[in-house]
């Protein structure tokens, strides 16, 4: 049969092509995305899109809260910080950062120096013996010769007290006592925030305020302990203020008192006899 004599198949016919799309489009769930769909779909995209270009303000802090708000305490929960730690070990803990910060990349991760350009505060007489005169060298720096009678090269050790990084109380005491109390020295005290604010005021004080301390400075006038009462390094502490810790009130359990109702005697009851 020629092409030219082929008659065209109908779309309904069963097996052919058009009818079995006939039949897909036609069955459940196949069915085309209505218009109204698509505009909901539209809809919601637009108000996301608006809500995300302002999460610049929607997140901003200043805007959710309110400023200098703090939260309180749970009602009947107490406010609560950090557990207390003994004294030595909080303020070892304290000066260990201020040795890492301040001290480290002259004098070394063991405090050894390098014996050309830096001494050694292992075993340093001035770090472990007077107070006062080790506060001097460390707010004010040292020009001339060390413990040791050796001087080193160089403009010598300036202060560690400078703007923008001042030593505060806190700093100062940890790490003095950490020093003294580290890299093989231990002379088992602490100095505290109130012997280093002693310091800071004394260096404040000197007439050569802003220069660097020399060994006849120190032996002249700083060879003495700072004042200020001493702190047992048992004694408990807050380990972010140093602060003596408040003491712990022990809760006494509360015992319900159930009243005691008097009971009326009972008669005795009469009994017959047979």
């Given at each position: 049969?020629?092409?030219?004599?082929?008659?065209?198949?109908?779309?309904?016919?069963?097996?052919?092509a058009?009818?079995?799309?006939?039949?897909?489009?036609?069955?459940?769930?196949?069915?085309?995305?209505?218009?109204?769909?698509?505009?909901?779909?539209?809809?919601?995209?637009?108000?996301?899109?608006?809500?995300?270009?302002?999460?610049?303000?929607?997140?901003?802090?200043?805007?959710?809260?309110?400023?200098?708000?703090?939260?309180?305490?749970?009602?009947?929960?107490?406010?609560?910080?950090?557990?207390?730690?003994?004294?030595?070990?909080?303020?070892m803990?304290?000066g260990?950062?201020?040795?890492?910060?301040?001290c480290?990349?002259?004098?070394?991760?063991?405090?050894?120096?390098?014996?050309a350009?830096?001494?050694?505060?292992?075993?340093?007489?001035?770090?472990t013996?007077?107070?006062?005169?080790?506060?001097?060298?460390?707010?004010?720096?040292?020009?001339?010769?060390?413990?040791?009678?050796?001087?080193?090269?160089?403009?010598?050790?300036?202060?560690?007290?400078?703007?923008?990084?001042?030593?505060t109380?806190?700093?100062?005491?940890?790490?003095?006592?950490?020093?003294?109390?580290?890299?093989?020295n231990?002379?088992?005290d602490?100095?505290?925030?109130?012997?280093?604010?002693?310091?800071?005021?004394?260096?404040?004080?000197?007439?050569?305020?802003?220069?660097?301390?020399t060994t006849?400075?120190?032996?002249?006038?700083?060879?003495?302990?700072?004042?200020?009462?001493?702190?047992?390094?048992?004694?408990?502490?807050n380990?972010?203020?140093?602060?003596p810790?408040?003491?712990?009130?022990p809760?006494?359990?509360?015992?319900?008192?159930v009243?005691?109702?008097?009971?009326?005697?009972?008669?005795?009851?009469a009994?017959?006899?047979p």
């Open positions: 049969m020629s092409l030219s004599n082929q008659q065209p198949v109908p779309d309904d016919v069963p097996g052919t058009a009818c079995a799309r006939g039949k897909l489009l036609a069955a459940p769930g196949n069915e085309p995305v209505s218009l109204w769909v698509l505009t909901a779909c539209g809809v919601v995209v637009l108000i996301a899109g608006g809500i995300l270009g302002g999460a610049g303000r929607l997140f901003d802090y200043q805007t959710t809260f309110r400023e200098r708000y703090e939260r309180e305490p749970a009602p009947g929960a107490a406010e609560q910080g950090p557990p207390p730690k003994e004294a030595l070990a909080a303020y803990a304290k260990a950062k201020i040795y890492a910060g301040k480290i990349v002259c004098h070394g991760p063991e405090a050894k120096g390098d014996g350009n830096f001494p050694s505060l292992a075993g340093s007489k001035w770090a013996g007077e107070t006062e005169r080790f506060a001097m060298i460390i707010l004010n720096g040292l020009q001339g010769p060390t413990s040791s009678g050796k001087s080193f090269p160089g403009a010598g050790m300036p202060s560690q007290s400078l703007p923008p990084t001042l030593l109380p806190e700093d100062l005491a940890g790490v003095m006592t950490y020093v003294r109390n580290h890299f093989g231990s002379t088992g602490i100095v505290t925030i109130a012997m280093a604010k002693a310091a800071l005021e004394i260096s404040a004080a000197r007439p050569k305020t802003g220069q660097q301390v006849e400075e120190l032996t002249a006038d700083h060879l003495k302990s700072l004042p200020g009462p001493a702190l047992d390094p048992k004694a408990m502490v380990p972010v203020t140093l602060a810790a408040a003491p712990v009130v809760v006494v359990p509360v015992v319900p008192v009243p005691v109702v008097p009971v009326a005697p009972v008669a005795p009851v009994v017959p006899k």
